[in-house]
């Protein structure tokens, strides 16, 4: 019996990998009571620790496309968390900064954030040895580096 090349693909795997850890990170931060995506809360960490920061800089720091981004931004800005304004030295860039609601929010739920990143972190490596789990992140690490 033949195998299924598609599926069985190192692509498809990673592909499968990715949505099985979006949906455990989503379901954690549903039960934290909050209704976010981990993606926004990547965003929101992001914009918490360099802001300020363009929207151009979060799509190249989190490998997202601009519709995508821009999506997360709206929605973001929609719920109160963001705010936006264009860079004085260039109009077309946008500049994205925590609101007062957004900053709340993540220094009153980051180690919570933190916990439920390590618990899927820590689900998904589950008995892979400290070697392995080193070498699986260097092999990651050089792969997307491979595809940038």
Same mark, same amino acid.
């Given at each position: ?16 990998? /990715? ?6 990170? /989503?379901?954690? %931060?549903?039960?934290?009571? @909050? *209704? @976010?995506?981990?993606? #926004?809360?990547?965003? !929101? *960490? !992001?914009? #918490? ?12 720091? %989190? ?12 929605? !973001? ?8 304004? *264009? ?10 900064? %925590?609101t007062a609601t957004g900053q709340d929010l993540m220094k009153t739920n980051f180690e919570q954030l933190k916990a439920q990143v390590a618990g899927v972190e820590s689900q998904?490596? /589950?008995? !892979? ?6 070498? %699986? #992140? ?7 580096? /491979?595809? *940038?």
């Amino acid at each position: 019996m033949a195998t299924d090349f598609f599926l069985d693909s190192l692509g498809q795997q990673l592909k499968v990998l /990715n949505i099985l850890v979006e949906k455990a990170m /989503n379901n954690g %931060l549903k039960q934290l009571g @909050l *209704s @976010l995506t981990g993606t #926004q809360v990547a965003v !929101l *960490s !992001l914009v #918490q620790q360099r802001a300020p920061i363009t929207q151009k800089q979060v799509e190249v720091a %989190l490998k997202l496309s601009h519709p995508t981004t821009r999506g997360i931004v709206k929605r !973001l800005v929609a719920t109160g968390l963001v705010q936006t304004t *264009s860079q004085a030295a260039d109009q077309r860039q946008i500049v994205l900064r %925590l609101t007062a609601t957004g900053q709340d929010l993540m220094k009153t739920n980051f180690e919570q954030l933190k916990a439920q990143v390590a618990g899927v972190e820590s689900q998904m490596v /589950n008995g !892979l040895s400290t070697a392995e789990q080193a070498t %699986l #992140q260097q092999l990651l690490m050089r792969m997307i580096q /491979n595809m *940038s």
